[in-house]
């Protein structure tokens, strides 16, 4: 059984669908990177997990399965003890993540409980330094912040860790080492990682699969070098195939010609369509449903006769 099932889950914010039947598996112990350019429902998906949508968000439909429970589904009470045993969070702004008026110690000591070790866990984030215990939020760099953050998410040996581009805000010297230190500390705890990202060489190096949205819906999953070195989705190939140069420069580019739609209901067809060069008539008005190409699961129309034109794309690209 999965530890994470997505399952058609759709989630609106008063006019706009941010999420349009969205699918998503995580087993035990296996890192997932979540991709697809901004505003595709990456956040909203990774949120949803947790059911820490933001206020104005309504669940319209579909669900989601943690460890088997129905996180939409739950009591309060019940919800949060899901939340305290099995997930921890990680988010792109350290400070802002972290309790202003708490000093960091007394933060880790609240998710520890009486009888925490709170030197241990920072040591373990590498921040050995006796002064951040007593420290206020506000008085440490990003990275120091991120990585208290990373210590609190992971005190409790979560099952899943979601980490919603917790190095995008940090400095280039120091976001290789608080990813490593986050993918060291969910092996060594056994922890699932869904790994929100841009960074796409970064995914394809850390993650055992990958899943690649696209208008609030995954439109590709499957094995992370597979699905982003042999595409079998036309978005990811076009996403794919521009990535490697902007995502060195750590900036964010437009990688396909055109715009990401902004839904306001379900999406007649495939979201993709407008800018798919590959695109048909039925790909406007019919919506697609999974096939499995290779390793993958893609939804698109035309994937099967489309492989071989992709994979040879990739090849002029890699
Ligand atoms: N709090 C909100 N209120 C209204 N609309 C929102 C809110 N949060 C997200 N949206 C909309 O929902 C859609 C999905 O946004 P989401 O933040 O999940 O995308 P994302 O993939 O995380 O983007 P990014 O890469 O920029 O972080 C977008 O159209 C966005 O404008
Ligand atoms: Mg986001």
Redesign the pocket.
Known sequence: MSLLSVRNLVID??R?R?LDGADLEVARGEKVGLV???????????SAVGRLL?G??RHSGGEVLLAGEPVFGLPPARLRALRRRQLGYVFQDPIGSLDPTMRVGAQLRLVLGRGGDVHFHLGRVKLDDPRVVRAYPHQLSGGMAQRVAIAIAMATAPELLVA??PTAALDSQVREEVSDMVFALAAEAGTSILW?S?DLPAVARRCDRVAV?YG?RVVESGPAREVLGDPAHPYTAALAGSAPAAAAHGV?LEPVPGRPP??TGPSPGCAFAPRCAFAERRCEHERPAPVRIRAQDVLCHRAAELQDRLTALSEVKA
Not at 36 to 41: D, I, L, P
């Open positions: 914010y008063a706009t941010a697809g350019e901004s505003g595709s429902g990456k956040s909203t998906l990774g933001p104005a968000a919603d581009e929100l841009h949205m609030g964010r902004v839904l």
